[in-house]
């Protein structure tokens, strides 16, 4: 064998060896995806805690449980430049999608995707009015989510069934709040309709709640507090006024009555959480947020406050209490 003869075969069976090995490794699995949400809440009281952990729920319903999705938790605190600051957080790491819990952090997560990074609304009211979306049925753009509309011929029902000789209605919102001062119209558009004496009272903070409450607790027979942040951070001041006087408070969800509201008939915040987790991981899969409908929860269940009943002095009536063991909730 001549040598350029041995040199080409050691050269192949080099070639062979090499791609022999190459092939015989153990091959590496393509690591998975993981994407990143974003949640921004206004601010820490018990409705909106329950949306938050219904929205955590939804994604793992539709298997996006720990390990294959990244969650950042952000909560405002009710403080502007930390909802503008937190919402640029989750626009710097380049989250996959935000969802915003009531309607200034949806609001200002909208204004920093610009059109582009898909935002959840999870329990925004009237989003169209609050220009969120061009509509409920194709929202346009990158945004979609749940609205939670109060049912409130159901909350002024339960006035007139609970205080059967209230004349005065007095209702209270707050300025900043775009869904709380929605309700609170609307409501007194109603109840006006209906023969009530309607007092409007606002706040432009929780701090203003003890003024304004001292107020109205002189003026009106019973109050609404409506769906509205403010007035649900500040129930416990508006209740511990308004017991000194002895006038009731409807308020418009269960975590109200809780705080020693009277009675309602409560969408569940959880719910409305849950299905917006849902829509979110609808849309990391692929749905196209504009033409995903805004989906509107008003469907609740009967709530009352048996040992508030008891202080103010007033017998609920029993087929209220009934509804409310049967499908609701009785707080004793």
Avoid at 14 to 38: E, N, R
Avoid at 94 to 114: F, R
Avoid at 177 to 182: M, P, R
Avoid at 240 to 262: S, Y
């Amino acid at each position: 064998m001549n040598k350029r003869l041995a040199a080409v075969i050691i050269v192949i069976v080099a070639f062979l060896g090499v791609a022999f090995f190459q092939t015989s490794k153990p091959q590496t699995a393509k690591k998975q995806y993981i994407p990143t949400v974003g949640i921004l809440q206004l601010v820490t009281h018990p409705a909106l805690d329950q949306i938050h952990k219904g929205v955590v729920a939804g994604l793992a319903h539709e298997g996006y449980t720990k390990g294959k999705i990244k969650i950042d938790y952000q909560n405002a605190q009710a403080d502007q430049s930390n909802l503008k600051t937190m919402s640029q957080k989750f626009a710097n790491e380049n989250a996959d999608l935000t969802v915003g819990i009531a309607s200034p952090a949806a609001l200002s997560l909208a204004k920093t995707a610009d059109g582009q990074t898909p935002v959840i609304l999870a329990g925004i009211t009237d989003p169209v009015g609050g220009g969120l979306v061009k509509s409920t049925q194709r929202p346009g753009k990158n945004i979609t989510g749940t609205s939670g509309d109060s049912p409130l011929q159901q909350h002024l029902d339960v006035i007139k069934e609970v205080v059967p000789s209230a004349k005065k209605l007095g209702i209270i919102y707050t300025t900043s709040d775009h869904g709380g001062e929605y309700n609170a119209k609307k409501m007194a558009t109603l109840a006006k309709s209906q023969g009530y004496d309607v007092k409007m009272y606002t706040i432009a903070t929780t701090n203003d709640m003890q003024q304004i409450a001292e107020t109205m607790a002189g003026q009106v027979d019973v109050v609404y507090a409506p769906q509205d942040n403010g007035v649900a951070s500040a129930m416990k001041t508006l209740i511990n006024v308004t017991n000194q006087e002895k006038i009731p408070v409807i308020p418009a969800v269960d975590t109200m009555v809780k705080d020693g509201g009277l009675a309602t008939i409560s969408v569940s915040q959880y719910d409305i959480g849950y299905q917006a987790g849902i829509m979110a991981a609808k849309v990391l899969k692929g749905k196209n947020p504009a033409t995903y409908p805004v989906k509107t929860i008003t469907k609740g269940v009967p709530v009352v406050n048996e040992k508030q009943a008891k202080l103010l002095g007033i017998t609920l009536p029993q087929s209220l209490v009934k509804d409310a063991e049967s499908k609701g909730e009785v707080i004793k």
